[in-house]
């Protein structure tokens, strides 16, 4: 039966994890974009998921009290915020409930200790970095909701002021080059004023922007680094290192193109917790997986008596390591390998780990836990931003002996769907 084109009227219930609100219509699971819930709508159908129909929003009926006005005017066209118009308490429960369905509903876990969800410090302007997309005109933006469109946007509410006003000069910057840039990032790091912008590219680097962006840098001072980069090239001018801070007195120095956490003081805060529940001492030999640069590792080996950290970028193994130099820290054995392949050679190997750091990419770490589950470690502390895959990986080391003790919903990304997570799981 074709259900593509049907009207009617739908109580939004819920919140998918995702940027629709859930209803039923005669039994059948609705999902609708930019929708609350308690709404009651009026909806048209555009598509047959098999499990469930995806619907438009033709009229609000009887706005749900959740409701707030989004003060962002790209609103329902960009879609890079699409609950901004759910109230932020509302965001949060709904966050803190979908990490407990996919636990219950995908994992089939039970006797766990789901903690209450920690919001985050800023619910605006609290990105330390944005990545934008970039056209052919060489136009900055984001992508339209559900599409490959992209909106140009001359500022960001959930961006750091200090990233924000710099998006006029990443578009500046971008005009003036021949080399294709397909995304821009602007990155802000913890000394005052410090901001790098990093494209990149498709295809190859055109070496006229060599001079080209080396002018940029000299009347623009304001900016300290500017970087591109391609499959297998890349090219600095100034100063493309960013000073990152931790509350343990640690300096990091990274690269501006490497991974760090978007959300300066919510990833101080899951620092905080991650080291609380690892309860790490002198006598801990640790294995961290997707260690990145070292947002973890440094604060970790500075409580253990080693800590052997795993990661598959190479500028974040080069990062780390000169961190790791930098803070005198010499009990970490940075290893630069596919994470599969690294775990499969320690167990081989016969190396044991009391506690293991868990943070993998949203694809999570399946296939991991026959490896991980021989190594014997009696915690496994895993930090996740995707609540499917988190309770996948679970499952099976449920499976392999290790027990879901516990659970914290930490919110990074306010008015947005996405939500991270701090799991312990023991022996």
């Known amino acids: 039966m074709n259900s593509r084109g049907k009207e009617f009227t739908l109580k939004i219930n819920s919140l998918a994890y995702g940027p629709y609100g859930v209803g039923r219509n005669e039994g059948q699971v609705i999902m609708v974009p930019i929708t609350?819930?308690?709404?009651?709508?009026?909806?048209?159908?555009v598509e047959d998921r098999g499990n469930y129909l995806l619907a438009k929003l033709s009229r609000?009926?009887?706005?749900?009290?959740?409701?707030?006005?989004p003060p962002c005017p790209y609103f329902g066209t960009c879609g890079g915020c699409p609950w901004q118009h759910i109230q932020y308490k509302a965001q949060l429960a709904a966050k803190e409930k979908s990490v407990g369905d996919a636990l219950r509903r995908i994992g089939k876990l039970d006797g766990f200790e789901l903690l209450p969800i920690l919001p985050s410090p800023q619910e605006y302007h609290y990105r330390r970095?944005?990545?934008?997309?970039?056209?052919?005109?060489?136009?900055?933006?984001?992508?339209?909701?559900?599409?490959?469109?992209?909106?140009?946007?001359?500022s960001c509410l959930i961006a750091n002021p200090?990233?924000?006003?710099?998006?006029?000069?990443?578009?500046?910057w971008?005009?003036?080059?021949?080399?294709?840039?397909?995304?821009?990032?602007?990155?802000?790091?913890?000394?005052?004023?410090?901001?790098?912008?990093?494209?990149?590219?498709?295809?190859?680097?055109?070496?006229?922007?060599?001079?080209a962006s080396s002018r940029f840098l000299e009347t623009h001072k304001e900016i300290n680094g500017l970087i591109l980069f391609g499959r297998g090239w890349r090219r600095s001018w100034g100063q493309g290192k960013l000073l990152i801070r931790s509350e343990d007195g640690l300096r990091?120095?990274?690269?501006?193109?490497?991974?760090?956490?978007?959300?300066?003081?919510?990833?101080?805060?899951?620092?905080?917790?991650?080291?609380?529940?690892?309860?790490?001492?002198?006598?801990?030999?640790?294995?961290?997986?997707?260690?990145?640069?070292?947002?973890?590792?440094l604060s970790v080996a500075m409580r253990s008596q080693e800590v052997v950290a795993v990661e598959g970028n190479p500028r974040s193994v080069e990062n780390g390591k000169i961190n790791s130099r930098?803070?005198?820290?010499?009990?970490?054995r940075w290893v630069r390998s596919h994470v599969p392949r690294a775990?499969?050679?320690?167990?081989e190997k016969g190396e044991r780990f009391s506690k293991i750091v868990l943070n993998p990419p949203r694809s999570g770490a399946k296939e991991l836990e026959a490896d991980l589950a021989a190594l014997e470690a009696e915690k496994i502390l895993y930090v996740s931003c995707n609540p499917p895959t988190l309770a996948r990986d679970l499952a099976a080391l449920n499976k392999k002996g290790y027990k879901l003790t516990r659970i914290q919903p930490i919110d990074l990304f306010p008015h947005t769907f996405h939500v991270e997570a701090l799991a312990e799981i023991v022996r």
């Open 129 to 154: 970095r944005i990545r934008l997309q970039a056209d052919d005109q060489k136009r900055l933006g984001f992508h339209r909701a559900f599409s490959r469109e992209l909106i140009e946007i001359d």
């Open 326 to 332: 930098l803070n005198r820290l010499e009990n970490i």
């Open 162 to 172: 200090q990233v924000d006003r710099h998006l006029s000069h990443a578009r500046e």
């Open 36 to 45: 609350a819930p308690g709404d009651e709508v009026e909806v048209q159908t």
């Open 343 to 347: 775990v499969k050679q320690v167990r």
């Open 60 to 69: 609000l009926i009887n706005p749900s009290p959740l409701r707030q006005s």
């Open 174 to 211: 971008i005009r003036g080059l021949r080399t294709h840039i397909q995304q821009m990032e602007i990155i802000e790091g913890d000394e005052k004023g410090q901001v790098v912008l990093a494209g990149k590219a498709e295809g190859g680097f055109v070496p006229e922007d060599d001079s």
């Open 252 to 297: 990091m120095e990274i690269d501006g193109e490497v991974f760090t956490q978007v959300n300066r003081e919510g990833n101080r805060q899951l620092l905080r917790e991650l080291l609380q529940w690892g309860e790490f001492h002198d006598q801990d030999r640790v294995l961290e997986l997707y260690s990145g640069a070292g947002n973890f590792t």
